[in-house]
């Protein structure tokens, strides 16, 4: 974002409360991206929604967001209202338009933008909603104007799903007992499977459990996603990911309806790229950054990783056991069959495919930071910290080991050399990749992880 001027343009989303809101780490994070002079700020209303709109009309305010409890109260408020929102009954996006605003609802549209993000189609398919409040008449519409012919809409009170069906003609209403009903129940044909969504407040609270607990039930799915984005794996998602099903929860939606109205306001079509990038931000906000380890071989990265992880409960990935998982071969092997220049290959390949990681410490390769590529990807992942070793530490935590290709020698003298070497040409990458510099040498782990906590809090 640009510094703030008389040129900037002002947005906003207006709620109460409104404190927590993620939508300005969306919003001006796009700004920053692609250049943009505007700001987006919160704008918490306590009453009087038509006072408020029509005030910030009046400062030309360039584009609003609405969230709880105004989504339906700020329709009465507007000089016209988009035939989707009209529909669904609430109104998440204003625009400017001739003597006030126009309203929005930008949610469904982008639940379905972040379901082709995935590759999932619509056209053709049936559904399983569980749930059948506001939400899940939104979800059964949207589903509906995209061309899926059945919904089942399954929920503890079997008159308010009635309430949908009858204004919806594709959804048949059963009560959460009745999941049995629905066709090809416990049968093993997969052209038979459903896009499953979760659309009830189970999983907001721990100690939630299922709406259904039967693994049946789930084993429709081909699909399952929650409307639920915090916390990141409910008692849905879980159970979907215990069974191998592809599932994911509420903030790709999020995102997609934030950068729907982005493109609303500035009338721009937002790239897969850019909406990548604010999706890692945003997921870092929420779920936590990432701390990644670099350093030379021996310098402790996996251990202090490790430890670092346990204390702060975070997630561990040392990159040369993905590699070995993902290629199902040793590194000696890789280096064997492929030599140093295939195995670089398969590293790079292997950062880049954790760039949707979070909460999570990073151990590298001893020579992960040679490509200025992965140098600058290892920035993009996280915090870097280099793990600092001299010659003699080195040398005298890998001694034994003939697990490193890069390190066999015919004798101890020969192999001090190859790492004086190698760790002169290396220093100088490690120390360009890094945003922390932590010296190892005669150091207790905890006392290495306590230093670079200090530095992750300020």
């Known amino acids: 974002m640009k510094e703030i001027d008389g040129k900037t343009k002002v947005l906003g989303v207006i709620g109460n409360p409104i404190e927590h809101t993620l939508s300005p780490v969306i919003h001006n994070s796009l700004c920053r991206i692609l250049g943009i002079n505007a700001v987006y700020v919160p704008i918490h209303v306590e009453n009087n929604i038509g006072s408020a709109v029509k005030g910030l009309c009046a400062a030309k305010v360039a584009g609003l967001n609405i969230t709880v409890p105004y989504k339906q109260e700020v329709m009465e408020n507007l000089v016209e209202i988009d035939p989707l929102a009209q ?78 069906a009858a204004e919806i003609p594709c959804v048949k209403a059963l009560g959460l007992d009745e999941y049995d009903k629905i066709p090809f129940y416990n049968a093993d044909e997969k052209n038979s499977r459903y896009i499953m969504f979760q659309c009830t407040s189970l999983g907001l609270k721990p100690g939630d459990k299922l709406a259904i607990e039967d693994d049946a039930f789930y084993r429709l799915a081909d699909y399952g996603y929650d409307l639920i984005y915090n916390p990141a794996n409910t008692p849905f998602i879980n159970k979907l990911k215990s069974m191998n099903i592809s599932c994911d929860n509420g903030l790709s939606m ?176 490690y120390e360009t990749a890094a945003h922390k510099v932590v010296v190892t040498d005669n150091r207790a782990i905890l006392d290495i992880v306590e230093e670079i906590a200090e530095e992750l809090s300020e």
């Open 87 to 164: 529909r669904i009954g609430a109104v998440n996006t204003l625009v400017p338009h001739e003597g006030g605003y126009k309203g929005y609802n930008t949610d469904m549209p982008g639940l379905k933008r972040a379901l082709e993000s995935k590759g999932i189609s619509l056209a053709g398919r049936k559904a399983i909603v569980i749930g059948a409040g506001g939400a899940s008449r939104a979800v059964c519409i949207m589903l509906m104007d995209n061309g899926v012919d059945e919904i089942y809409l399954l929920n503890r009170s079997l008159d308010k799903a009635q309430a949908i």
């Open 254 to 429: 999020l995102l997609y309806q934030g950068l729907i109205a982005f493109e609303y306001w500035f009338d721009i079509k937002i790239s897969q790229e850019v909406s990548q990038k604010v999706y890692d931000i945003l997921r870092r906000k929420l779920y936590g950054d990432n701390i990644v380890l670099v350093g030379y071989m021996g310098s402790g990265k996996t251990s202090v990783g490790k430890e670092l992880s346990e204390k702060y409960n975070m997630n561990f990935v040392d990159t040369d056991e993905y590699i070995v998982k993902t290629q199902a071969k040793s590194i000696n092997k890789i280096f064997e069959e492929s030599g140093e220049a295939g195995f670089r290959k398969i590293e790079s390949d292997s950062i880049a495919s954790l760039s949707g990681l979070c909460n999570t410490v990073i151990s590298t390769g001893g020579g992960a930071v040679i490509s200025s590529e992965n140098r600058e990807m290892l920035k993009k992942l996280g915090r870097v910290v280099y793990l600092k070793a001299d010659t003699e530490t080195i040398f005298n935590r890998v001694r034994h080991d003939d697990q490193r290709p890069l390190l066999k020698s015919e004798s101890e003298e020969e192999l001090k050399n190859r790492i004086e070497n190698m760790l002169s040409v290396r220093r100088a990458y």
